[in-house]
């Protein structure tokens, strides 16, 4: 986005050095053509996505098709704009500049404040596109295009009135007909639910979270002793080995909260404390996935609001996992870190500072869920972090999907591990080849 900026503005300067009134048609034409982009953006992110494009790349593919053109676009005005000021106040020119300059910086921080923290969450990407689109247009009454005196309109002013008005419905309907990017949208997430045979599954951002088994009356089947995901199932599996009758646990990455429901159930003198970055998740959760919604209201409290462990067994934190850690002055048993962003783990969360910070807190074992290719640069690094924090560590495969990543399961503890005695199917040890160690300073930086 920031080079769509940078050549808009190169194209905006030529646009500017046009006579007056051929330059203010270019300015409108640009601002119609934002418009007509934002509005198209989310159905474009789709057919990407649809097409395969994932990771890295697949995101550079997709910024470059859906907000690069609207981008050099939206930047045009800039250059013709700031002529006008400067041109306004002869002898000022110095203090007209710098008053569109921070006009600039002001509008782009209140953009991404209002489109973030507002916008969003409030009425979804789509229609948030769509608004963008709309304010754009807006601006069209105030780059005026004033025919000679007495001249009538010519072809041209003909055909540009119509474009604005066909991009004025378009946009219109762009925000009101089409289908939402998202089922359930925050900020933060992106969130769908589906049923697959006899399971329901959540995804954030495309990327499966979690999943329950339920019958067609959308009641859970059997008792809860099988976990859906073959992931949750191979983490399950040490967690039952390794811990006692009555653990006090720590998830960093609430997802379907399946994991804290499966502990509960099983164990009922344990307490388990889930901390979700989003409300909203926890909120898809209650209302879809039947067994973790009955343990959230039979036992969930409010961890972070002034609630005690008196309240319940699961206390539910909404707050960065970081952010928790830093500030919690709980002890635990041992911890399950499970935090995703779209598809990878967020980069502060697998650091060398992060995991100190855990081995003051946590007495027992740690348990890490990855999501890598096999001996891959994620795997690598986390591996190398648990190694340099703690003595003992182990690392479970699970089998690779099409893209060639599979779930990778590391444990590390104080105390020796034993392997499993049987895992998931397709689950096996594995080993993982030394590297460099991920910190604050050199971290994580995603799939490539």
Known sequence: MLAGFSLGSALGGLVAERERSAAAAHVRLALVATAVLMALSPTLLGAIHALGARGTVGMLVSVVLAFFPASVCVTIPSPFLAKLAVEARPGHEGSSLGLVLAAGSAGAIMGSILSGFVALPLIGSTATFAVCGATALLCLPFVRVRPESGAAPDAAANLRSGAVVGATAFVLLAGVVSAPACRYESGLSCLHVEQSGAEKRLFSDRTIQAAERVGPDGAPLGDGSELALSYAEALWAWMDRDLGPAPSVLFVGGGGYTLPTRLLADRPEARAIAVEIDPLVTKVVRDHLPRAASMIEAEGYDADGGETATDGRLGLVHADGRVFLN??????????????????????????????????????????????????????????????????????????????????????????????????????????????????????????
Do not use: C, K
Request: proline share 9%; charged share 25%; aromatic share 6%.
């Open 327 to 448: 500030e919690t002055e709980h002890r635990f048993d041992a911890a399950v870190m499970d935090a995703f962003s779209s598809d990878t783990v967020p980069a502060h969360l697998v650091t060398v500072e992060t995991y100190e910070r855990l081995r003051e807190i946590v007495d027992g074992p740690v348990y890490v869920n990855l999501i890598d290719r096999p001996d891959g640069p994620l795997a690598r690094g986390v591996h190398a972090i648990l190694t340099e924090v703690y003595p003992h560590v182990r690392a479970l495969q699970g089998p690779l999907s099409v893209r060639g990543r599979a779930n990778v399961i590391l444990a590390a503890s104080p105390e020796p591990l034993a392997e499993l005695a049987s895992a998931p199917e397709g689950y096996a040890p594995v080993t993982i080849s030394p590297a460099r160690a991920f910190t604050d300073d050199r971290g994580w930086v995603g799939h490539r």
